[in-house]
Structures are given as C-alpha cells and as structure tokens.
C-alpha cells in the first residue's frame, strides 16, 4: 500500500489516478500511523511553503514525514520536495523540515521568462543515474516559482531564468522531484513506475 499524504498542500487526485494507471494500491490519508504502516509514502505538495509547513504541524505530521524519508520508499513532488530541504525564501522565509541539506530560492525576474515557470522542460539526469528505466534525458511538467539549488543528492537538473537547479534529488530510498511526474505523460508514468520497482 503507498500512502499519499493528504496535508491540505497536495494534488492529491492525480497523484493517487497516476498510481491506479499503473495499477498500485494506494490511499490518500492524513493519519500519522496509516502513514508510518504504509510500505511506500509520497509527498506531493501544491501551495505555499508556511502554509504547508502550518499544516503539517497542526495535523502532526511533521515527524511522521521525516520518520517515513528516513526508513522507507519515500517520494516527494514539487511543493513535497521543496520543504524537504532546509529553508526557503517563499512567504518571507520559512525553516522546512530539513530531511536534505540546502536552500530553495526564488527565481530571478528577467526578460523573456515567466514567474512561475510552467511547462514542459528537458530534465537531465547527472552521474549515469537514472533512477531505474527512465531516459537519462527526457521532458517532464513544471509548475513553480521556486527551485532548490544543487545539492550533494542532485540526481537530475535542468535550467530556467538563468539558473540551472535540481529537478530531482535521490538521497537513499528517498527520491523527489520538482516536476510532476503524474502530469508528465508517458515518461512521467514510467519514473513512477521505476520509484515502485525501487
């Protein structure tokens, strides 16, 4: 069973339609122990980063996420990855949880691109890792505003407004990315695919 934490910040939907098409059982919940019982745990995340973090405190699951990244497959997306590091400069600036050592900053604004950025962009995965049977080079879907600079756990970068940042971190049997692999088609559906067979 994979549990998709529901901490009122995620996409919940999708991500659990993306699970049925591969045909794994899963199940949207925000309790603690459902999650800890969960052979594999996703965190995805749409939203703002105090806000989640509120959220996650005041449901009590602020240690269930870092028990959980901690001790078994664990799979953040977006939102779900970026408060996985240790700060980031949304809403002012907000301590996350700290799982991964780095910063999460916002994009610079320059000529010719739009913050957020949103849309399709070529992801390329470093070190000949690439996380089971995915591309190393393929296009994945973004939607944000912020990205989390390179880390010693960068599996997969891409570049946008300048800056060249990870789209996908693998620390253990934790993996996350910035993209949505649960909108990304065909190639999203087989990152998903690989995470399960990890």
């Known amino acids: 069973m994979i549990a998709i934490i529901d901490y009122k ?108 950025e949103i849309g399709w962009n070529q992801v390329d995965f470093t070190d000949g890792e690439n996380l089971g049977g995915a591309p190393l080079r393929a296009e994945y879907y973004f939607v944000h505003s912020y990205y989390a600079e390179i880390c010693p756990w960068t599996a997969g970068t891409t570049e946008y407004a300048g800056v060249k940042f990870t789209a996908m971190v693998k620390k253990d049997r934790l993996w996350a990315c910035q993209f949505h692999p649960e909108k990304s088609g065909r190639i999203g559906l087989a990152l998903l695919d690989d995470w399960l067979k990890s």
């Open 9 to 116: 910040a995620g996409n919940l939907t999708s991500v659990k339609l993306a699970f049925d098409a591969l045909g794994a059982e899963s199940r949207i919940t925000s309790d603690p122990a459902a999650i800890v019982a969960a052979e594999r745990v996703v965190f995805p995340g749409v939203g703002a980063a105090a806000s989640a973090m509120s959220n996650l405190r005041e449901l009590g699951l602020e240690e269930t996420v870092r028990q959980c990244a901690a001790q078994k497959p664990f799979l953040g997306i977006c939102l779900g990855m970026q408060i996985l590091f240790d700060h980031t400069e949304e809403d002012g600036g907000v301590d996350t949880l700290g799982i991964i050592s780095g910063q999460v900053r916002r994009f610079r604004d320059l000529p010719g691109f739009k913050v957020p």
